[in-house]
C-alpha cells in the first residue's frame, strides 16, 4: 500500500510566520503535488513535482514555495503566513506507469492550518 | 474553470439505499477518476475508467461514463453508514502524459443508518 504522510494534522501560525509543511511518501513515486483545499472552492493545485529539484506552478502558487531535495519528500512553504492562507493543505503522490502514463493519484491525510 | 461538476451537491440516504452521483466534464478526457473523502481526511482513490470503456464496477461500486455526453455516474449499492463522505471525480488536465487532475466540488453523501 502506498502510504503518504504529513508532518502535522492540525497546525496553528502567526500572521507573519513562516511555515513548513512536509509530506513524505514510501513508495518512490516521481511526482508530487500540493493541493489546498476550501469550502465552496475545491481542491486547487498549489504546486507540483516531477522529480528531485523540479518544481512546475499550479493554480494558485502566490505565497507559496515548494523544495523537493530528496525524491521521497516534498515540503510546502509559507514564507509570510497570512490568514487568507488558512485552509486543508493536502499532499498528493503519482506514479509514473508504463508508456508515460500518470493517472492515480494518492493523497496524505491533511494538514488543517489555521493563521491567526 | 472546473472540469469535473458533480451532481448532486448533497444527497442523503437510508442505509441499504442505492446512490447515485453525476460529474460533468467539459473538454476531452481518456481517463476518468472517482475518489472519496471522509470528514477531515485525505483522500482515497475508488476507481479509475478509461474512455474506451462504458461502464466498470469494483465491490459495490459501478461507474459509467458516456464521452458522448462528457458525463460519469457513480453508483454505490447497498449504502451503509460508513459510506457518509465526499465523493469527487477528476479527469486529467493535458493528458496522462503530464499528471495533473481537475477535481469537482463534490457530492456529500449521508447514509444515515
Known amino acids: 500500500d502506498v502510504k503518504v504522510t504529513q508532518s502535522s494534522r492540525y497546525l496553528v501560525k502567526r500572521t507573519g510566520e513562516k511555515v513548513f509543511l512536509e509530506c513524505v511518501q514510501d513508495?518512490?513515486?516521481?511526482?508530487m503535488f500540493w493541493y489546498r483545499q476550501d469550502p465552496g472552492l475545491g481542491l486547487r493545485l498549489i504546486y507540483f513535482s516531477y522529480d528531485v529539484k523540479m518544481k512546475e506552478k499550479g493554480d494558485i502558487p502566490e505565497g507559496y514555495s515548494v523544495s523537493r531535495e530528496k525524491k521521497e519528500r516534498f515540503s510546502l512553504i509559507l514564507e509570510s503566513a497570512s490568514t487568507n492562507q488558512t485552509s486543508m493543505y493536502l499532499c498528493a503522490t503519482q506514479i509514473t506507469a508504463s508508456g508515460g502514463r500518470r493517472e492515480t493519484q494518492y493523497f496524505g491525510p491533511g494538514t488543517r492550518l489555521l493563521v491567526l | 474553470s472546473q472540469q469535473g461538476e458533480e451532481d448532486p451537491q448533497a444527497l442523503s440516504i437510508q442505509e441499504g439505499e442505492n446512490a447515485t452521483m453525476n460529474c460533468s466534464y467539459k473538454t476531452s478526457i481518456n481517463n476518468l477518476q472517482w475518489y472519496r473523502q471522509n470528514s477531515g481526511r485525505g483522500l482515497v482513490h475508488l476507481i479509475l475508467i478509461r474512455s474506451n470503456e462504458r461502464e466498470k464496477h469494483s465491490g459495490r461500486l459501478r461507474v459509467t461514463l458516456d464521452t458522448s455526453k462528457k458525463s460519469s455516474s457513480l453508483l454505490i449499492t447497498a449504502s451503509r453508514a460508513a459510506d457518509t463522505a465526499s465523493y469527487f471525480c477528476?479527469?486529467?488536465?493535458?493528458?496522462?502524459?503530464?499528471?495533473?487532475?481537475?477535481f469537482g466540488q463534490g457530492t456529500i453523501l449521508t447514509v444515515h443508518p
Open positions: 513508495m518512490d513515486h516521481e511526482n
Open positions: 477528476a479527469t486529467p488536465l493535458g493528458g496522462t502524459s503530464y499528471g495533473k487532475l481537475t
